[in-house]
């Protein structure tokens, strides 16, 4: 359920957090900023729930709850994503268990002073972490995972459940859902099946070749292709690119370039997939290689970034801590800071989203 009442949203706000994480981040046309992450009980568990958050000076400050998904005590929401489709109507995705099902709420003015969103709507099952991807043709592509079994080993409470879906007989893949009507209808398509699999959180660029699909694996970032609209796709490689077994982002920006914003390898040998020096790359060539990069966090425990490109500036929401200062943090830059590995005067990094300790 959504909740929008302001009375009720006072029951989700900062001070009524342990954790959080897990963020996203869309910009409207006129420079309003939202932000999205998931919080509830004390981990990920039954009883999450996802807020989304304003700011509208540029990430100078950022509001309290102005939408909430939650779905009992019994279920967790999770996994929320926000993004501007191309006829600038903001969409609030969010995954739910152990129904197993993605929903959507959708604002249609994002930039109003009162923000209306529709009531939640059934997209897909079963699980989407990252922003549809817009293709020449104006389809959108959305990608959904059905887990593989064994996925979820959070709480003794979600291995119960997850040990229950594990038992359905369903075809298990990071998959393809496509609009061709701008989100009236919505058509699954085939998907990719890694050998190393982890929890996909997969993303699609479109290419010359086709389309090509980026997979989250235990060794890092896994590609597979598809020549036909997504319907059928190669094995999964190791697409060569370096990240720890966690959130990735890769797509291409309007200037044509891609961008990939992941971990640099950490300082500590014995601890190979540490979440650490999370940095922007950028390609001009097609992935075949990258030009500058830019340090955007050298912590440890920094992870899952998400990103929106508007007017000229690269946004990256990502989380740090999430059980203990509990951050959600914001950066702004442009390819030109990529390239020079420093923000110029009117970009900022790690700038304060939200933090547990400031309650």
Request: proline share 4%; charged share 30%.
């Amino acid at each position: 359920m959504l909740i929008l009442d302001k009375n009720e949203l006072k029951k989700y706000s900062i001070k009524e957090r342990v954790w959080q994480g897990i963020p996203s981040v869309a910009v409207t046309q006129k420079g309003r900023i939202f932000t999205c992450f998931y919080s509830g009980s004390t981990t990920e568990d039954l009883g999450n729930y996802c807020v989304l958050l304003i700011s509208d000076d540029d990430g100078e400050t950022f509001s309290t709850p102005v939408a909430v998904a939650y779905f009992g005590d019994n279920a967790r929401a999770f996994d929320p994503c926000v993004w501007i489709d191309p006829e600038n109507r903001l969409w609030f995705f969010y995954s739910v268990s152990p129904n197993q099902k993605v929903y959507a709420s959708v604002c249609n003015n994002p930039d109003a002073d009162r923000l209306c969103f529709s009531d939640e709507r059934e997209i897909a099952g079963e699980v989407m972490l990252n922003k549809p991807t817009v293709l020449n043709n104006g389809d959108w592509c959305l990608p959904v995972s059905v887990w593989g079994k064994g996925a979820m080993n959070s709480s003794e409470k979600l291995k119960e459940i997850y040990a229950r879906l594990d038992q359905r007989d369903i075809e298990r893949k990071a998959f393809l859902f496509v609009s061709k009507d701008n989100g009236k209808t919505f058509e699954k398509r085939g998907g990719a099946l890694p050998k190393e699999r982890s929890f996909d959180e997969h993303m699609f660029l479109q290419t010359e070749d086709g389309l090509e699909c980026f997979i989250r694996v235990n060794y890092g970032i896994g590609k597979s292709l598809s020549t036909d609209g997504g319907y059928n796709w190669s094995p999964v490689l190791d697409s060569g690119y370096f990240c720890p077994d966690t959130r990735f982002f890769i797509g291409r920006l309007s200037s044509g370039n891609i961008l990939l914003v992941a971990h640099q390898k950490g300082d500590n040998p014995n601890n190979p997939n540490e979440r650490t020096k999370l940095t922007a790359f950028l390609s001009e060539d097609g992935g075949e290689t990258w030009k500058g990069k830019l340090l955007l966090d050298e912590r440890i425990n920094v992870s899952y970034p998400d990103v929106q490109e508007n007017k000229g500036y690269i946004y990256v929401v990502y989380d740090r801590e999430r059980r203990s200062d509990g951050e959600i943090l914001l950066a702004k830059f442009t390819e030109q800071d990529i390239i020079d590995g420093k923000v110029n005067s009117k970009g900022y990094l790690k700038r304060l989203i939200s933090k547990l300790k400031e309650s």
